[in-house]
């Protein structure tokens, strides 16, 4: 079925006598030649018989005359006045022999290759395909030329300018032809056989805001929508926005012979906004750059720029923020004004970063708050996290995390930090360096690393631990040091045994050696050849006393380190009999104080007495080194 009123063309086997032409578009002759004949065109060669090349000079006025030039002259043309010379032209016309069949010169049969060109045709390369070969022939370098030549005339391309380099990668395959007898390529090669002078590619100019931080999404990356960039954060000397200024293309011209003119450049973003002093702007001859002065956020108001960082905002909600993620140290500075206490002032599953915020309402379901220094006027809910060095919290029901953390009413929260002070606590668990409660109601765990304090027990059920390893560092110390001393005690032992060995061998072979020793003596003093094998004997024994020396000395400095290791697993509890559990009221109901040892590790538990006055309660040792919790004057 033929397409677009198309036929079959029958292929007749007609020859064509050898045509000589003169033409500047051989492919276009070629095709014409063959068509006339109905041969297939890809039946159809040609040999080239001469190349005329010639040049003129246009202006407005008129066209000059096609003026001859000499193949010797060509690679000699002056760039700048003749080839970048906009008003000069040039062109090739060749003669050729046109005939039927293929050229004489097929031993090339097995030499696959391609013509190809970078799009503006300046650059011209040769593709060889993998499984190419070329055995080796007469006039090798002539004919490889030839056929090389020949692809270049029907792909458009001058022959003798521009191809300085087509010499030299003959040559090279030629010489390997030569010494090897032919030359294989296993895989594709490709080899530059012109060049040209490419034009440099005109710019429009362009306004790029480098503080919006675009992302490209994967379609796999699940998008999330409630990071919408309500803010965007600033550091200072950030770039923030670069305007690239126009810049007009420089001319070239192409190995076919054309001149290539770039365009002219399109100005469509030439700035039209201010900045404030917060920004300052650079300028040199390719872009206007505009830099942060200061951390903070970007800001756009009545057409000027400018870095602030404080914000007041109602909400922080999926609806009318999305997350806020300036990040702790972005000296962003946040006030959430919401105060119903029937609403969120920071929605339900929001996420924000920033180095202050003021909160004044509630901190809504899985959501999570990261600052410096922060502070709740509302209350938490029990699925959220905030985490601040300086945190204040009216009331706690969440988990939250610092350094100095005050709340005011702890309902079954969790807390973390280095310093607590809760004025009510009704439940829930406090992790601290040093921990004080106000009031104390019932199911309360406190867990301190030196100090527990409570000014008023007006509940039960409540547990109170000393942990000396309750800090991170210490924990991640005491398990280093285990390690540590696990790889001592391998090494430790498998030296010992190692000495075992060689203490069994040399007292086995002492006496032989002796023996050997006095012989050496004897033969030394009567001026006789030592014998080879007593002299091998003999320095292989010393050897064996030189390593025992050296693992002795091995041992003693890997268990002395040993030794030191394990003096300190207790030095992670040296601070221990200095820790405190403080109760200023008399004790209610049931409760608990224990103290955590390290070494040896065990957990000791007092539960005192109902109604009991005794305050203040450490830990003592006894002569035997037992230890106790006993009740203390401080």
Same mark, same amino acid.
């Given at each position: 079925?033929?397409?677009?009123?198309?036929?079959?063309?029958?292929?007749?086997?007609?020859?064509?006598?050898?045509?000589?032409?003169?033409?500047?578009?051989?492919?276009?002759?070629?095709?014409?030649?063959?068509?006339?004949?109905?041969?297939?065109?890809?039946?159809?060669?040609?040999?080239?018989?001469?190349?005329?090349?010639?040049?003129?000079?246009?202006?407005?006025?008129?066209?000059?005359?096609?003026?001859?030039?000499?193949?010797?002259?060509?690679?000699?043309?002056?760039?700048?006045?003749t080839?970048?010379?906009?008003?000069?032209?040039?062109?090739?016309?060749?003669?050729?022999?046109?005939?039927?069949g293929?050229?004489?010169?097929?031993?090339f049969?097995?030499?696959?290759?391609?013509?190809?060109?970078n799009?503006?045709?300046?650059?011209?390369?040769?593709?060889?395909?993998?499984?190419?070969?070329?055995?080796?022939?007469?006039?090798?370098?002539?004919?490889?030329?030839?056929?090389?030549?020949?692809?270049?005339?029907?792909?458009?391309?001058?022959?003798?300018?521009?191809?300085?380099?087509?010499?030299?990668?003959?040559?090279?395959?030629?010489?390997?032809?030569?010494?090897?007898?032919?030359?294989?390529f296993?895989?594709?090669?490709?080899?530059l056989?012109?060049?040209?002078?490419?034009?440099?590619?005109?710019?429009?100019?362009?306004?790029?805001?480098?503080?919006e931080?675009?992302?490209?999404?994967?379609?796999?990356?699940?998008?999330?929508?409630a990071?919408?960039?309500?803010?965007?954060?600033?550091?200072?000397?950030?770039?923030?926005?670069?305007?690239?200024?126009?810049?007009q293309?420089?001319?070239?011209?192409?190995?076919?012979?054309?001149?290539?003119?770039?365009?002219?450049?399109?100005?469509?973003?030439?700035?039209?906004?201010?900045i404030?002093?917060?920004?300052?702007?650079?300028?040199?001859?390719?872009?206007?750059k505009?830099?942060?002065?200061?951390?903070?956020?970007?800001?756009?108001?009545?057409?000027?720029?400018?870095?602030?960082?404080?914000?007041?905002?109602?909400?922080?909600?999926?609806?009318?923020?999305?997350?806020?993620?300036?990040?702790?140290?972005?000296?962003?500075?946040?006030s959430?004004?919401?105060?119903?206490?029937?609403?969120?002032?920071?929605?339900?599953?929001m996420?924000?970063?920033?180095?202050?915020?003021?909160?004044?309402?509630?901190?809504?379901?899985?959501?999570?708050?990261k600052?410096?220094?922060?502070?709740?006027?509302?209350q938490?809910? !029990?699925?959220?996290?905030? +985490?601040?060095? %300086? &945190?204040?919290?009216? #009331?706690? @029901? $969440?988990?939250?995390?610092?350094?100095?953390?005050?709340?005011?009413?702890?309902?079954?929260?969790?807390?973390?930090?280095?310093?607590?002070?809760?004025?009510?606590?009704?439940?829930?668990?406090?992790?601290?360096?040093?921990?004080?409660?106000?009031?104390?109601?019932?199911?309360?765990?406190?867990?301190?690393?030196?100090?527990?304090?409570?000014?008023?027990?007006?509940?039960?059920e409540?547990?109170?631990?000393?942990?000396?390893?309750?800090?991170?560092?210490?924990?991640?110390?005491?398990?280093?040091?285990?390690?540590?001393?696990?790889?001592?005690?391998?090494?430790? !032992?498998?030296?010992?045994? +190692?000495?075992? %060995? &060689?203490?069994?061998? #040399?007292? @086995? $072979?002492t006496?032989?050696?002796?023996?050997?020793?006095?012989?050496?003596?004897?033969?030394?003093?009567?001026?006789?050849?030592?014998?080879?094998?007593?002299?091998?004997?003999?320095?292989?024994?010393?050897?064996?006393?030189?390593?025992?020396k050296?693992?002795?000395?091995?041992?003693?400095?890997?268990?002395?380190?040993?030794?030191?290791?394990?003096?300190?697993?207790?030095?992670?509890?040296?601070?221990?009999?200095?820790?405190?559990?403080?109760?200023?009221?008399?004790?209610?109901?049931?409760?608990?104080?224990?103290?955590?040892?390290?070494?040896?590790?065990?957990?000791?538990?007092?539960?005192?007495?109902?109604?009991?006055?005794?305050?203040?309660?450490?830990?003592?040792?006894?002569?035997?080194?037992?230890?106790?919790?006993?009740?203390?004057?401080?």
């Amino acid at each position: 079925m033929a397409l677009f009123g198309s036929s079959k063309i029958t292929t007749k086997s007609t020859t064509i006598k050898p045509t000589v032409v003169r033409t500047q578009n051989v492919a276009k002759e070629i095709q014409k030649i063959a068509t006339a004949h109905k041969i297939d065109v890809n039946l159809v060669d040609f040999n080239l018989i001469e190349i005329f090349t010639y040049m003129r000079i246009i202006d407005k006025e008129q066209d000059g005359e096609w003026e001859g030039i000499d193949k010797h002259d060509l690679y000699e043309l002056d760039e700048t006045e003749t080839l970048l010379n906009p008003y000069v032209e040039i062109k090739q016309t060749y003669e050729i022999e046109i005939f039927s069949g293929r050229a004489a010169d097929n031993y090339f049969s097995d030499f696959k290759f391609a013509i190809g060109a970078n799009a503006s045709k300046c650059k011209v390369y040769m593709s060889i395909a993998a499984g190419s070969r070329i055995e080796e022939a007469d006039n090798l370098n002539e004919n490889l030329t030839d056929i090389i030549n020949k692809r270049k005339i029907r792909a458009g391309i001058l022959i003798n300018i521009f191809d300085e380099m087509l010499l030299d990668v003959v040559s090279k395959l030629s010489a390997q032809i030569k010494v090897d007898g032919s030359a294989a390529f296993e895989k594709k090669e490709t080899l530059l056989i012109a060049e040209a002078f490419e034009p440099t590619p005109t710019r429009d100019d362009a306004l790029i805001l480098h503080y919006e931080n675009a992302k490209t999404i994967d379609e796999k990356e699940k998008i999330d929508y409630a990071s919408r960039g309500f803010i965007q954060s600033v550091k200072e000397n950030e770039l923030l926005i670069e305007y690239i200024k126009p810049m007009q293309g420089t001319p070239g011209r192409n190995c076919r012979g054309e001149y290539l003119v770039p365009r002219e450049p399109v100005v469509a973003h030439e700035v039209a906004f201010a900045i404030d002093e917060t920004i300052r702007q650079e300028e040199d001859s390719l872009s206007v750059k505009y830099i942060a002065k200061e951390n903070g956020y970007i800001a756009f108001n009545d057409n000027i720029y400018s870095i602030k960082n404080k914000m007041d905002i109602n909400e922080i909600s999926f609806k009318k923020t999305g997350s806020i993620l300036s990040g702790v140290d972005s000296d962003v500075n946040l006030s959430v004004n919401e105060k119903d206490v029937n609403k969120d002032a920071i929605g339900s599953g929001m996420q924000v970063e920033v180095s202050e915020i003021v909160i004044d309402g509630n901190v809504g379901s899985n959501s999570s708050v990261k600052a410096l220094k922060a502070s709740v006027g509302g209350q938490t809910h !029990k699925t959220s996290f905030i +985490e601040a060095d %300086k &945190l204040d919290i009216n #009331i706690h @029901k $969440g988990k939250a995390k610092g350094k100095e953390v005050h709340i005011t009413r702890l309902e079954h929260g969790e807390v973390e930090a280095d310093s607590v002070t809760i004025m009510q606590a009704l439940g829930g668990s406090i992790r601290a360096k040093d921990v004080y409660v106000e009031v104390c109601a019932s199911h309360v765990k406190v867990t301190a690393a030196q100090r527990i304090e409570i000014n008023k027990l007006q509940g039960s059920e409540n547990i109170f631990i000393i942990d000396p390893l309750l800090q991170e560092d210490k924990q991640e110390g005491l398990n280093k040091n285990q390690e540590n001393i696990q790889e001592l005690e391998s090494i430790v !032992k498998s030296i010992r045994s +190692e000495m075992k %060995k &060689l203490e069994l061998s #040399i007292k @086995k $072979g002492t006496h032989s050696f002796l023996d050997i020793k006095k012989r050496l003596v004897h033969y030394k003093k009567n001026g006789v050849k030592l014998p080879a094998a007593f002299v091998q004997k003999y320095k292989a024994f010393m050897k064996l006393q030189d390593d025992l020396k050296e693992l002795k000395s091995e041992y003693k400095l890997k268990n002395d380190t040993l030794l030191l290791h394990t003096t300190q697993t207790s030095s992670f509890q040296d601070n221990i009999l200095d820790a405190r559990v403080i109760n200023r009221d008399r004790w209610v109901g049931y409760n608990e104080i224990k103290f955590k040892l390290i070494d040896p590790p065990e957990e000791l538990v007092y539960k005192p007495a109902e109604g009991s006055r005794d305050m203040i309660f450490g830990l003592v040792q006894d002569e035997e080194g037992e230890y106790s919790i006993k009740a203390m004057k401080e």
